[in-house]
């Protein structure tokens, strides 16, 4: 049975690698929100004009996506992953997603005292004990308390909410063997809670995942 693991890690940048890292959370940011209200603008003016399209979807914001990057104002955004800004509008449309179904709110637009995360959603790997993916191939030190087995998916880098200095690293992959006890799977699902604290052999509980990606835990499915 096929299983994922999601690790975290304490990152340890440069000076240089900060910048880098707060560029990637302010662009990622911009993005969101650029598009958010693109999409409310563009349902108004449906509404008045009585047009057929009322919404746009992933695919109308990727193709903006593109052309405004070749904007000579907009040419920053070549600073980061395009990928991780491709993840944003994907985000985006999840939340719309979940606000047409009634399972959220109306999407809100992002601040600095927000959530600083962004996505890389593939091309992530350990190499001479750094973590690096696209725009940081030199590698960034991280807090190896574990070794990690199997596949790298994908990987979140978040920011301290206050200052975002401290960065954080998390690991998504596929294994084939969960290799601790307590394996069977509940519902489908199975959350192992206070890793990072928690002692060797400890009892994990049992519980149904409302997301993929938490700190402080490692989760299988």
Known sequence: ???????KFRLFPTEKQKVLLNKH??????????FLDRRNKFYLNAKEKQLAKKSLNYLDDAKALTELKKQDDKDWLYECNAQSLQHSLKHLDGAF??????????????????????????????????????????????????????????????????????????????????????CASANGTLKFRDYDNAPDGAEWTNQKIADTTFKHTIIVS
């Open 97 to 182: 997603n979940r606000f047409y179904k009634k399972l959220g709110g109306f999407p809100r637009f992002k601040n600095k005292r927000s959530k600083q995360i962004f996505r890389v959603p593939q091309t992530v790997e350990i190499r001479s004990g750094k973590v690096c993916f696209t725009k940081f191939i030199e590698g960034i030190a991280y807090d190896k308390h574990r070794e990690i087995e199997g596949e790298i998916q994908n990987a979140t880098n978040a920011g301290d909410r206050a200052t975002s200095s401290t960065l954080w690293n998390t690991f998504q992959q596929a294994v084939w063997d969960c290799g601790k006890s307590g």
């Open 25 to 34: 959370f302010g662009s990622i940011r911009f993005v969101y929100n650029y």
């Open 1 to 7: 049975m096929k299983k994922e693991y999601t690790y």
